[in-house]
């Protein structure tokens, strides 16, 4: 009787690990005004940005750390906005916007167009 609740302890725990293991392979998104940030599971980058700066033209930030935080440049003076879509399916997040079109993945960051 006494091994009933240390069974069941052990199954609770081996349950917990691996459900929150595979939520940790997944990473997540966030819609943002603009587009949306990635944080991956694994890869690189810890954060994956991507602006939409109209039509035809999506800006991608990468960065290793937690902070998309970026110096102002002297040579881009376009600011974002436009619609756009974001969807996500079979690990990867998609934003449309136009005629342009980009794929994040969640499990590393890398980005295709």
Sequence with gaps: MRML???LLAGLTLTLLVSTSAYALDGAFE???????????????????LQVMGER???????????????PSL???????GAFTV???????VVKA????????LADGQVGF
């Excluded at 033209?57 to 110096?71: E, G, Q």
């Excluded at 040579?75 to 906005?81: R, S, W």
């Excluded at 136009?98 to 993945?105: D, H, M, Q």
Aim: aromatic share 0%; charged share 20%.
């Design 5 to 7: 609740p240390k069974a």
């Design 31 to 49: 819609k943002t005004a603009d587009g949306v940030v990635v944080t991956p599971a694994s890869g690189p980058a810890k954060k994956v940005r």
């Design 57 to 71: 033209i999506l800006h991608v930030t990468a960065t290793p750390t937690d902070s998309l935080d970026t110096p």
């Design 75 to 81: 040579m881009v003076t376009a600011k974002p906005g």
């Design 87 to 93: 969807t996500e399916a079979g690990g990867k997040v």
């Design 98 to 105: 136009g005629k342009a079109s980009a794929e994040i993945s």
